[in-house]
């Protein structure tokens, strides 16, 4: 453990100091390329992700030491008797090192192994050591499927704790061999500073691994992108992604605690001002650290997309942050530019798809819960200002919850069957059925919520539940009354793993601890 220590701790003072020695070369984190010697080999400073596994297409993701041109092959064996050679991409500074290469003309329902390979930009014969991930493509029918899902990582000045072995909770999910990991959201929390030692109410000490760059709040694309540098140090979670395809969504820690595209920030921690600038460098970097299939609308790529993951399954990942508009005390009685959330285009999609889908399972990911009451402050008139779409009134559907109510009726009048819900964001672990014979709004099928989180942050909880559609709360697990913040070392870090099989179509799903205690667990038969 000391030798990762000294691997990545660089101090503000020894980066000062490796600068001035190394002349005016450049210096990413912690190299200065100029000053290499024209013999070194690249090297991955990251290790490897695979991302979004569409069809017979997969992302292959790497980040080089400096400028460099990855080469991959893929192969169905482990031995590489089969090798397929991918074109190489060059890794250069407008992408902060990091790339990305599609994976086409994959086998269904097979076990894939890829190498990988740096090349000297200015030496061909200086190639770096190979680097070996694997993942399993889509299932064919009567095929099982398991995979995990949490979110929120290294928040609240929680990060890596070199004297608990890091961030197990990956290495614990990493033993289940899913198929895959949804990350729900807050993959780094660009608003949360990463200091050495952190004092805890007992006296004793939380101490972290620390980047020169993680000792602020993120506000320049290299902040953003050092954040995502920061959570790759921790070998247990590289480790994972090696061989676990992570799809990941987008929500506000990314860029800054309950953002909205038009806010302005009244932060004295903050420069800029303006959320839609931080929020587009933000974007910028989850791009380039999150390998995604690259879906656009209007020029633009995108962050909600669609996962179709054999017959058993298909995953709709949404996007509560991009089209939203500000937080309010979302009361408004009808729908108009003040209530949106999803937005009219990406509540199109998801309904085409929906309609399209011919799956037993349709998982809606969203980085937010529909039911649980999350605040933001106050509102000028001093009443509550709300975060996501409940608002606490337990009446008819107001505000944001139009949106919702419109969605869920639509997968009513469609028929739409078998329809669950997974998140994260709240910080601890919960269950949630949505029954109409509850609600206020009941022109909805009902369905199940389940959330789990944080994998390495603070915990909270438990929030309350807004009665509008008839949340009724199935398990939780949360710090006890008036404990906020846990550390990690509380232990109340949380994920969620489902399973699927492939016979009975039964999807049974867990919800379970850093530990791999399984806490609570439900098994859903499919609707005929």
């Not at 192994?113 to 740096?118: D, M, T």
Request: hydrophobic fraction near 40%; proline fraction near 5%; charged fraction near 20%.
């Amino acid at each position: 453990m000391q030798d990762y220590r000294q691997r990545f701790v660089l101090t503000r003072r020894g980066l000062i100091a490796r600068s001035a020695a190394l002349g005016a070369g450049l210096v990413v984190a912690g190299h200065s390329y100029s000053a290499l010697s024209a013999t070194a080999r690249p090297r991955f400073s990251h290790g490897i992700q695979t991302g979004d596994v569409v069809g017979d297409r997969a992302v292959l993701w790497a980040r080089a030491d400096r400028p460099a041109r990855l080469n991959i092959e893929w192969s169905t064996t482990s031995g590489f008797a089969d090798a397929h050679n991918l074109a190489p991409v060059d890794a250069l500074p407008g992408t902060d090192y990091t790339a990305q290469v599609v994976a086409e003309g994959l086998p269904q329902g097979q076990q894939i192994y890829w190498r990988a390979r740096w090349t000297a930009l200015d030496d061909v014969n200086s190639v770096s050591s190979p680097v070996i991930g694997r993942f399993r493509t889509q299932p064919s029918a009567g095929k099982s499927v398991s995979f995990t899902w949490s979110g929120d990582t290294c928040g609240q000045g929680w990060g890596i704790n070199p004297d608990m072995g890091g961030m197990t909770i990956y290495k614990t999910m990493n033993a289940l061999s899913p198929d895959f990991f949804i990350n729900s959201g807050d993959c780094i929390y660009a608003d949360g500073p990463i200091q050495a030692e952190v004092t805890l109410g007992d006296g004793s000490v939380y101490r972290n691994l620390t980047l020169e760059g993680k000792h602020k709040v993120a506000e320049t694309l290299e902040e953003y992108r050092t954040a995502y540098r920061y959570n790759l140090m921790d070998d247990n979670m590289r480790s994972f992604l090696a061989r676990t395809p992570m799809f990941s969504q987008w929500d506000d820690h990314e860029t800054i605690n309950n953002w909205y595209p038009d806010e302005i920030l009244n932060d004295a921690r903050y420069k800029e001002k303006r959320v839609a600038v931080l929020a587009r460098r933000s974007k910028q970097a989850f791009l380039e650290y999150n390998p995604t299939l690259p879906a656009t609308e209007a020029g633009q790529r995108r962050v909600h997309r669609y996962i179709p993951y054999g017959p058993s399954l298909d995953v709709f990942f949404l996007d509560m942050r991009s089209f939203r508009a500000d937080n309010t005390s979302n009361l408004q009685t009808e729908e108009g530019p003040d209530t949106t959330f999803l937005g009219e285009s990406q509540i199109l999609w998801l309904k085409r798809a929906l309609r399209a889908s011919k799956a037993t399972w349709k998982v809606i990911a969203a980085d937010m819960p529909i039911g649980l009451n999350i605040g933001d402050g106050t509102a000028g008139d001093g009443k509550p200002q709300w975060e996501a779409i409940a608002n606490g009134e337990n009446g008819s559907a107001k505000g944001r919850e139009l949106e919702i109510a419109r969605l869920l009726k639509f997968i009513k009048d469609e028929d739409i069957k078998n329809t669950v819900w997974l998140t994260a964001d709240v910080h601890y672990t919960a269950a949630h059925y949505y029954d109409p014979a509850k609600a206020q709004f009941t022109d909805f099928k009902p369905f199940w919520e389940f959330v789990s989180g944080p994998l390495n942050a603070g915990t909270f909880g438990p929030n309350s539940l807004d009665a509008t559609f008839g949340p009724e709360l199935k398990f939780v697990k949360a710090p006890p009354s008036g404990q906020v913040n846990l550390p990690p070392t509380a232990g109340y870090q949380f994920f969620g793993h489902v399973e699927i099989d492939g016979k009975t179509q039964v999807m049974t799903v867990n919800l379970m601890d850093a530990a791999g205690a399984k806490l609570w667990s439900i098994d859903l038969t499919p609707e005929a």
